[in-house]
């Protein structure tokens, strides 16, 4: 099973919206809706913002949401914070034998 | 508070193995299944397996098949992942992880315990 595919890397201003996209297949993201989106800041544990697709954990910003369509699911962060700099992930059930598969991770750069 | 500790750094050499705990408390541990997750040194998340602590059913990487083995015991609340056959690009930090069921998401992550295969 092949990593999920994301950008390597997108960058925006304080206060503006990115998106981030996580191309998979039929076999992933097309059947499933089990895909999450994790942050990770440098020497740190993976935090969970999105799952289920659109879901937000609680104590997690408004200002992360996420979305799909077909076999691409979408992160989208709203109102760009510094602290918001960090390297994304998505993730998604992919079935019995693969079972989950992370994609290949997009950094994040506020401007 | 829902916690995951796992066991210290470890440095083993190729073909040996190793055996990384991941001890839970803050909830009941047959409610929730646990990840493992690892990341080797400037690269990207991969997912390594999965055990359901109420039966004990696991469900590994198809890359990994053969050489992980995940174990738990529930008079201590922990969660043990076992790799065999080390090679080098095994170096990783190794995280664990609960995910409520059936939802997809790790919401609670341990601190992470660094394993280095090198001869």
């Known amino acids: 099973q092949s990593a999920l595919t994301q950008p390597a890397s997108v960058s925006g201003s304080p206060g503006q919206s990115i998106t981030i996209s996580c191309t998979g297949s039929?076999?992933?993201?097309?059947?499933?809706?089990?895909v999450s989106w994790y942050q990770q800041h440098p020497g740190k544990a993976p935090k969970l913002i999105i799952y289920?697709?659109?879901k937000c954990p609680s104590g997690v910003s408004n200002r992360f949401s996420g979305s799909k369509s077909g076999n691409t699911a979408s992160l989208t962060i709203s109102g760009l914070q510094p602290e918001d700099e960090a390297d994304y992930y998505c993730c998604s059930y992919a079935g019995s034998p693969t079972s989950y598969v992370f994609g290949s991770g997009t950094k994040l750069t506020v401007l | 508070q829902v916690q995951l500790v796992q066991s210290g750094a470890e440095v083993t050499k190729p073909g040996a193995s190793v055996k990384v705990s991941c001890k839970t408390s803050?909830?009941?541990?047959?409610?929730?299944?646990v990840h493992w997750v690892r990341q080797a040194p400037g690269q990207g998340l991969e997912w390594v397996g999965i055990?359901?602590?109420?039966?004990?059913?696991?469900d590994y990487a198809r890359n990994l098949q053969g050489r992980v083995a995940m174990t738990r015991d529930t008079s201590t609340s922990t969660v043990y992942m076992e790799m065999s056959s080390l090679r080098s690009d095994d170096t990783a930090m190794y995280y664990c992880?609960?995910?409520?069921?059936?939802?997809?998401?790790?919401?609670?992550w341990g601190q992470g315990t660094l394993v280095t295969v090198s001869s």
């Open positions: 803050g909830y009941t541990f047959t409610s929730y299944y």
């Open positions: 289920e697709g659109s």
């Open positions: 039929s076999s992933d993201i097309g059947s499933y809706s089990l």
């Open positions: 992880g609960t995910e409520v069921p059936n939802t997809g998401g790790v919401d609670y």
């Open positions: 055990i359901h602590p109420a039966g004990g059913t696991t």
